[in-house]
């Protein structure tokens, strides 16, 4: 069976166990859990990196890794780290499921990276939406927050529902749902042209992972969510679940329909222009900082879904380093949307913030202009990297409806840099010191320029394991 | 690794910008003393880079190249010739002066005025020297912050809109530019096999003529909006209106150059059988550039719209310049970058001194300064000759020149050029009239003259303004091989043109053979 493929996996599901009967007997006692939790996140990444170059195929050949699948690994678990870290200052109390979630979704998304078999990809994108359903609801006394998970909650079903259709179709076609086994029966067939049956196969496997990536139009849950959910979870949603679904995507797309791009390019790269423009374009109106960053969500999924058309090598290595500069952003940004609480997130309330709290307002800068892809940081260098895929491939026009739609969210970010420069407070918010909430923020931005100016190291990494 | 000169003059002031963080907000003629001194070290600096620079050479001069992200074949290579030279000398010189003209003017955040301007200093510098493509784009985009930040914080009242119209033209000219050079970039992998955005290795490249025109107008779109080139130059009466004194300086003085600087860099060696077929749509468009700019000079009510409006009109006559393709024209066009940042900066700071005195700039609001403010006016009266081109003043050499250039061009264009220069007197001798002469108005009776600040912040402008007026060989002779290198490439795409009409295609095919050996 191979078991020792996953054993960071075990870790993890070992340590949620642990979570819940730590939980069981000193009940609600955030931080000696959260530490639980980081220690064995790090023993588990400790054992990912060790084993880092060791390729396998295990669980009756469900599972494949390979030094990719780990470099994808990296993003999750960066993520749920700063989740932790952005937990202890963001709830007062709260019960140890939260941790036993963000261990969960961990252990999904990694096995979503690494499984080969459409059933497995199935069942961990369900453990996935179960676990981000317990942390959008984890507070359950607050308002909004029941309308944010059911409706994570009916759209996750339901785009689920597509895929499984999709899976079974997949089965009917090829007689099995190994992904590698689909791509050697489709070569094998020397078929040519764009059978009916397979465009639906794809479509509806598409559809269930759209609604992942929140990707027109199967983006309507995001906003809602966004603004119902805790920030930090909002943050974690954004980053990792949503790498997880790239990975997905460039999986069955490339591994398991590679020799027919036909199918698949041309509906890429129609959802990427859709995607970016309605992302941003709808981004344009809200004032809520939230909401906002949920629009920009769809924005930036529009931009890696760019880099998902043009299907090369240098694909692969984009998407992964803009899911890692983007996990460093959205922490930054939302590690101070935490620290004016999830109640002052309209634009006004961040009016004059860089008079009363100046480093706050210097920080949430620099994230707003690394989101915008600004030069020197992060933003900009994945940007430009998951663009220079496209182009590559000669998609001329996705890169420069790319950089228009930078040119257009420039509006959106700066204008919250307005508000926080060039207005003056209406009434003067007291924040509080939080040690934690600045920690992610200072890894945030710390990151944001070492990707920016040095990206060089990480991206050695990335290539190295392709 | 050693640090080479240039790479000093490049980040000194973001390294000079360091320690102000740890300054009190509260004391800010501390803020600015160290800030003016930070600069004026920094001009210092970049005076050494003449020390061993040879005005004679061909190529450039203070290059390095260190590695910088290998992965993409992108480097750290920067190096400079005359014509950067002289417009990083323009820059320092121009941001000193800028912090000294601040002392007054900027009443609130000063420490982020301080650290905003350094900031922005980099940048420019950072785009004149960078021979990297992807570093020019990163120097070209990092400087869009500091100026929004300028102009959005410390603005006038329409601030906020007129610093995001700079921000998404901008950003929208650089999507072309960018996607741009990922297609140069993959088409010379195609062609030679290396990844590379080294610009001189660039340079060697023949681009398909087909492949050139697209390339060459995503290029000139971006650039045209920064110069800014006619239908593109909405942005820059907002920008320039609303921004601080020093903003508007540096705008003037060296944001726009930085478009031409393209043209002349990049877009013209990189595709000069482009260039060549777009040069009679540019030349009109620059001629546009003359009469428009003059025409909403002239019935402009507010000063400084008046000098915003002025910086199209010669921005035109430098687009003129660049694109006859000739010695005179091309040398005109860099002196009078040089020319307009000086006179054009000078321009602004007066117009900043009287709105600190006054706090309108609203042309009808002055009147007979001259008697009130005697040696203020006698300076605003050399600079708006100078502005206008006044034989003896600095303006002068550099319209001769492009005149001169644009003749041996084509001559309908020297005709509109002409026009341009009279329009330009009228405009200016007008406003100059209303604002300096006439009766005393009552309210100006009190206005103190130039105080002792700003006489220094005026006084090195005015010796330049001279010196080149009257001596513009050194000048001349430091930008002489830019000048005769880009011609050089237009001109040899020219012969190559020639040549293919000539010749028929076989034989071409066997000359092909030939060189290749």
Redesign the interface.
Known sequence: MNAHILLPEIILSITAALVLIIEFLTPRRLQFTGTVTILGILLALFYDLSMFRNAGVGFFGMVKVGPFDRTFDLVFFIGAILLILLSFDYFVEISGEFYFFILTSLIAMMLLAKSIDLFMIFLSLETLSFSLLGLIGILKQKEFVAEASMKYYLLAAFSSAFFLFGIVLTYVVFQTTNISEISNKLFASGLTGIKPALIVTVVLILVGLAFKVAAIPFHMWTPDVYEGAPAPVVAFISAGPKAAGFAIILKIMLNGYQSHPELWSSIFAYLAVLTMFWGNLAALKTRNLKRMLAYSTIAHAGYVLVAVVSANQQAYAAIVFYMLSYTFMVFGAFSIISMLGDSHSNLEDYAGL?RTSPILAFMMAIFM?SLTG???TSG?ISK??V??SA??TNH?WL??F???N???S??YY?RV??FM??MDTREELAIPYFPFLRSVMWIAVIFIFYLGL???KV??II?SAL | MKLDLLSLVIFFPVIGAIPIFFMSPKNKKMLFDYTLLITLIEFLFSLFLLKDFKFSLYGFQHEHIY??????GASYHIGIDGMSLILILLTTFLTALGILSSYNYITH?AK?YVIVMLLMETGMIGVFASLDL?LF???W??M??PM??LI??WGHER??YA??KF??YT??G???L??GI??L??YNHQQTGIYTFDLLKLYRLNVPYGLAKKLFLAFAIAFAIKVPIFPFHTWLPDAHVEAPTAGSVLLAGVLLKMGIYGFLRFAFPLFPAAALHYAPFFMALGIIGIIYGAFMSWVQKDLKKLVAYSSVAHLGFIVLGIFTFNMYGTQGAIIQMVNHGLSTGALFFIVGMLYERRHTRLIEEFGGLAKVMPVFSTIFGIVMLSSIGLPGLNGFIGEFLVMLGAFKATKVAAFFAVLGIIFAAVYMLTMFQRVVFLKVKEKNLGLPDISLREFFVLAPILVFIFWIGVYPKPYLKMTEPSAHAVIYQIKSAQNADRLKELIKPNEMVSINRRNAR
């Open positions: 860089s202009i600004i030069p020197t900009f430009f990297y663009f220079m182009a590559k001329i890169v420069v790319g950089f228009i930078g040119a257009i420039a509006y700066l840099v307005v420069y060039m040095f990206p060089q991206f050695e290539i | 590695q910088w992200i290998p992965a993409i955040k982020e992807l784009y990163l120097f985009e990092l869009l912050i929004y930040f959005g914080i601030r906020v610093a995001f921000v998404i950003m929208a650089s999507a072309l960018i996607t990922l297609v970039y993959f």
